[in-house]
């Protein structure tokens, strides 16, 4: 009589440890977010408009999104410049500008936003002489194209208006982008730079046909990561935005607000948004991603 072999793992204890895995994952992260969606699903269709599309909460969207998008596009831009400074350059200090970095992932988020809102308060170390440079070139602005309300877009002031939501969501970011851009330039040899120079190549086209193929993808994932952090940041920013509605409040302050006042309906229904758009726009990064993996790859 023949007996069926079992058909064995490659890696032991794989079905254990997926378990383990998925259950963990199912508690700490699954649940949760779907108790949002369950929570959401016992409003009828014209609550839930009311409550994600009222004037407030849409002005909070353009808000969050928005300063998230350029804040995340800032740190894609510095957190390539410093990584290249950290791994292709030696300077005194460089051991501890490497662990400045990693400030904003140790720094509790609240004392980051009052730290923030004192460097750049009106009275602050920065904000006493940048705070006039600010408003004068607002006002020249305004003066310049006077047929957008530049004061409203970019605020009379740095701290507590639209551009310490800036700072403050900059400041989160950079780490996340600098780590994940670093490992990347430290493995790319400067063998590469230097066939490409032998070969004739500038330094403009070695930097664009040689080093930034090979850091797309992990730029993009610096940026992904830096953006999604943004889009869920509270602590740092609310000590700094001014809190104003429909001007300088943030959609995770909305959501506080609203749990504040027992509407817990309204505040998981503008979770929900918040979930699906951003699970939307970190699936369209990681395809542009694998296309850019591709398509250098060829």
């Not at 890696?11 to 895995?21: I, Q, V």
């Not at 510095?78 to 200090?93: A, D, H, N």
Request: charged share 15%; hydrophobic share 55%.
């Amino acid at each position: 009589m023949a007996f069926a072999r079992a058909k064995r793992s490659v890696l032991p204890g794989f079905g254990l440890s997926l378990g383990f895995t998925l259950a963990y994952l199912s508690l700490i992260v699954l649940i949760p977010l779907s108790a949002a969606f369950i929570k959401t699903a016992g409003m009828s269709w014209a609550e839930f408009l009311e409550a994600v599309a009222s004037p407030r909460v849409v002005a909070s969207y353009k808000l969050s999104f928005g300063i998230s998008l350029c804040a995340a596009l800032i740190n894609a831009f510095f957190g390539f410049i410093l990584s290249w400074v950290l791994v292709r350059y030696t300077f005194p200090g460089q051991r501890l500008v490497d662990a400045l970095v990693d400030l904003p992932f140790a720094l509790p988020t609240a004392v980051a936003g009052i730290a923030l809102s004192a460097i750049y308060a009106r009275n602050g170390w920065v904000g006493t002489w940048l705070d006039p440079i600010w408003a004068k070139g607002v006002q020249e602005l305004s003066s310049i194209v006077p047929w957008v309300d530049w004061p409203s877009w970019l605020g009379t002031k740095l701290a507590f208006d639209r551009p310490g939501i800036f700072i403050a969501l900059t400041f989160i970011g950079l780490p996340f982008v600098v780590r994940t851009v670093q490992p990347v330039l430290a493995e790319l040899e400067p063998d590469l730079e230097e066939a490409a120079a032998t070969l004739g190549a500038n330094r403009w086209q070695t930097m664009t046909k040689v080093i930034l193929p090979e850091l797309l993808p992990a730029l993009i994932t610096g940026f992904a990561l830096a953006f999604a952090r943004a889009l869920g940041e509270y602590g740092s920013v609310v000590f700094i935005a001014g809190n104003q509605p429909l001007h300088s409040e943030i959609t995770p302050l909305l959501i506080m607000t609203k749990l504040e006042q027992y509407d817990y309906r309204g505040a998981t229904a503008i979770a929900s948004v918040m979930l699906v758009t951003s699970f939307v726009l970190l699936l369209l990064i990681n395809l542009l991603q694998k296309w850019s993996r591709r398509y250098y790859r060829v």
